[in-house]
């Protein structure tokens, strides 16, 4: 009796990525190992996080706070009419991982500004931006600089865009690209206390999908470099990639390094801890640190911590959130109704009333990395039993 061979049609057929292999330089397992994380999941994010799922990234990390509405559905390959009303980095992180089952991709609905610990960002191989503000990109470019990892800046208005690369020791990062009127835009939101996270959202910018397919194409190009850095290829580190939608010019800027930036500094001999931002009370870090560095010793955050507030009526009340978290209602007196002042710091000695809680009990990240000091004396310690976050 004849046997009969049955095959199927995967037998025949190219490994998925067979054409990308083409490409003499191309390392498919150095995607697949890469930890990317992509910050903002609109009309750019959405063409980056498409791009690196087809290119098979093994982990992507999606950060971003909103949810998807009708306007999305213009921009955004990954985004349904039905999704409207869902979060945008839950729904993009679930649809890359159907687009590419070889593909890890999580969402994390979070503000980058605040809730991202360093650690996060210590685990990733690039980051790309896929952002409309200055405060989030500033923010990204100082997380990245502390531990010593590259990151894509993309922006895009109507038909036009620009992509920028910055590689701590390598030229310009983002900060030193900031002109005065930039700085001025982001103290003013700053200082806008009872701004809430809609109404900040207001300065819409028009997009299209067609010039976020473009930038992100080309970020996403540079990140396949940089992944590839021993390679020797040409990256656009310190650089700007700048395309005009109307005349399809296009050309590269290279930008001045600003030897009194303030984002340069990276974090050297950073200790890893069996910390966690919701269990190790401040007390106990401080305590470590005392051991390891002498009894004058502190404990440095790199955000300023709103303590407590003062009214002029005599009525006092604790805050314990970054500053940068304080609102306009948290600040009105209970007793007379007067706006409060508030003081604040970035240190603890040690003879602080509220060693007992924990860093997250002050707004400080899970996973985040803190600075023990003593005179010019600096070490870095991560809570790094937080480190299943990023699986
Ligand atoms: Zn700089
Ligand atoms: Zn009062």
Same mark, same amino acid.
């Given at each position: 009796?004849?046997?009969?061979?049955?095959? #199927? /049609?995967?037998?025949?057929?190219?490994?998925?990525?067979?054409?990308?292999?083409?490409?003499?330089? &191309?390392?498919?397992?150095?995607? *697949?190992?890469?930890?990317?994380?992509?910050?903002?999941?609109?009309?750019?994010?959405?063409?980056?996080?498409?791009?690196?799922?087809?290119?098979?990234?093994? =982990?992507?990390?999606?950060?971003?706070?909103?949810? %998807?509405?009708?306007?999305?559905?213009?921009?955004?390959?990954?985004?349904?009419?039905? !999704?409207?009303?869902?979060?945008?980095?839950?729904?993009?992180?679930?649809?890359?991982?159907?687009?590419?089952? !070889?593909?890890?991709?999580?969402?994390?609905?979070?503000?980058?500004?605040?809730?991202?610990?360093?650690?996060?960002?210590?685990?990733?191989?690039?980051?790309?931006?896929?952002?409309?503000?200055?405060?989030?990109?500033?923010?990204?470019?100082?997380?990245?600089?502390?531990?010593?990892?590259? &990151?894509?800046?993309?922006?895009?208005?109507?038909?036009?865009?620009?992509?920028?690369?910055?590689?701590?020791?390598?030229?310009?990062?983002?900060?030193?690209?900031?002109?005065?009127?930039? &700085?001025?835009?982001?103290? *003013?939101? *700053?200082?806008?206390?009872?701004?809430?996270?809609?109404?900040?959202?207001?300065?819409?910018?028009?997009?299209?999908?067609?010039?976020?397919?473009?930038?992100?194409?080309?970020?996403?190009?540079?990140?396949?470099?940089?992944?590839? #850095?021993?390679?020797?290829?040409?990256?656009?580190?310190?650089?700007?990639?700048?395309?005009?939608?109307?005349? @399809?010019?296009?050309?590269?800027?290279?930008?001045?390094? =600003?030897?009194?930036?303030?984002?340069?500094?990276?974090?050297? #001999? %950073?200790?890893?801890? +069996? &910390?966690?931002?919701? =269990?190790?009370?401040?007390?106990? %870090?401080?305590?470590?640190? =005392?051991?390891?560095?002498?009894?004058?010793?502190?404990?440095?955050?790199?955000?300023?911590?709103?303590?407590?507030?003062?009214?002029?009526?005599? #009525?006092?009340?604790?805050?314990?959130?970054?500053?940068?978290?304080?609102?306009?209602?948290?600040?009105?007196?209970?007793?007379?109704?007067?706006?409060?002042?508030?003081?604040?710091?970035?240190?603890?000695?040690?003879?602080?009333?509220?060693?007992?809680?924990? +860093?997250?009990?002050?707004?400080?990240?899970?996973? @985040?990395?803190?600075?023990?000091? /003593?005179?010019?004396?600096?070490?870095?310690?991560?809570?790094? !039993?937080?480190?299943?976050?990023?699986?």
């Amino acid at each position: 009796m004849n046997e009969k061979i049955e095959f #199927s /049609a995967e037998d025949f057929e190219e490994d998925r990525y067979a054409r990308l292999r083409l490409i003499p330089w &191309w390392d498919q397992d150095r995607l *697949k190992e890469a930890s990317v994380m992509v910050v903002g999941a609109g009309a750019l994010g959405n063409e980056l996080i498409k791009n690196l799922a087809l290119l098979g990234i093994g =982990k992507i990390y999606i950060f971003d706070m909103d949810r %998807i509405e009708n306007t999305n559905l213009t921009r955004a390959v990954l985004f349904r009419r039905a !999704d409207v009303g869902s979060f945008k980095a839950e729904v993009a992180a679930q649809r890359a991982s159907q687009m590419n089952p !070889d593909v890890y991709a999580k969402g994390f609905v979070a503000n980058i500004i605040d809730d991202v610990g360093l650690g996060f960002f210590r685990r990733m191989d690039v980051v790309l931006g896929g952002l409309d503000n200055r405060e989030a990109r500033l923010a990204i470019n100082q997380s990245c600089y502390k531990v010593n990892k590259p &990151w894509v800046d993309g922006a895009i208005e109507a038909l036009n865009g620009f992509a920028r690369v910055f590689v701590p020791g390598h030229g310009a990062c983002y900060e030193c690209t900031m002109t005065e009127t930039d &700085w001025m835009l982001i103290n *003013k939101r *700053k200082s806008c206390a009872l701004l809430t996270h809609e109404q900040m959202n207001e300065g819409k910018i028009p997009t299209t999908p067609t010039s976020s397919s473009i930038i992100a194409g080309v970020q996403v190009q540079e990140m396949l470099k940089l992944l590839h #850095s021993d390679r020797n290829l040409p990256t656009l580190a310190g650089k700007g990639y700048v395309f005009n939608g109307l005349t @399809h010019d296009s050309y590269v800027v290279e930008y001045q390094e =600003k030897p009194d930036c303030m984002s340069h500094d990276i974090y050297e #001999s %950073i200790e890893e801890m +069996p &910390w966690s931002a919701d =269990k190790t009370t401040l007390g106990e %870090i401080l305590r470590v640190i =005392k051991e390891d560095l002498g009894e004058n010793a502190v404990l440095e955050f790199d955000r300023n911590i709103a303590v407590s507030a003062h009214c002029s009526c005599g #009525s006092e009340k604790t805050l314990l959130c970054p500053v940068h978290k304080l609102r306009g209602e948290m600040l009105l007196c209970d007793r007379c109704g007067g706006t409060m002042q508030f003081s604040s710091t970035h240190m603890l000695q040690g003879d602080e009333g509220f060693l007992s809680k924990t +860093p997250a009990g002050i707004g400080i990240p899970p996973l @985040h990395i803190v600075c023990g000091r /003593a005179g010019t004396t600096m070490k870095y310690y991560e809570f790094t !039993d937080d480190q299943d976050l990023v699986k």
